[in-house]
């Protein structure tokens, strides 16, 4: 894992979340974000839910096409979050896109999906995959159409 555990750290991830990834040994993560970095990883945690850093439609819309670059290379549903599936997601991701969500958002993505907090919609109006999240202000509805499900 020690291969992973490097690169999720060069895309900034936290040692924590490394560490629930990978398994890695937390003091090395640590030293190892420091020696790759030259700084100790921000203090405090990662956003508990996608919510708080969806904070505009364009960031909104980037984690859509984020996932659906997911959802083409690794069709079905989301059981469990493979390392080596994130990060090549992700990259595959960076080479379509311009306004680029950081690699920590497309791990939330992926994992408030696996846990339910925000489910792929397909919309029944404009057939549209979104994610919805029924308390979110931008997505109880449908992005593209502002269909609201019902
Ligand atoms: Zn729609």
């Known amino acids: 894992m020690k291969k992973y555990a490097e690169e999720l750290i060069k895309f900034k991830l936290r040692p924590p979340e490394v560490y629930a990834l990978t398994g890695y040994n937390k003091r090395r993560l640590r030293e190892l974000y420091k020696e790759i970095h ?8 990662l956003a508990l839910h996608v919510n708080k850093k969806v904070d505009s439609l364009e960031k909104n819309l980037e984690i859509i096409i984020f996932f659906n670059v997911y959802r083409k290379m690794y069709p079905g549903p989301l059981i469990d979050i493979k390392v080596d599936r994130l990060i090549k997601s992700y990259k595959a991701y960076r080479l379509i896109s311009e306004n680029i969500i950081d690699f920590s958002l497309a791990y939330l993505v992926l994992r408030d999906i696996k846990i339910g907090w925000i489910k792929p919609t397909k919309c029944k109006w404009c057939g549209k995959i979104y994610l919805f999240n029924h308390q979110h202000p931008r997505m109880y509805k449908c992005l593209f159409c502002h269909y609201i499900l019902k």
Do not use: D
């Open 38 to 45: 030259g700084e100790r990883p921000k203090k405090g945690k």
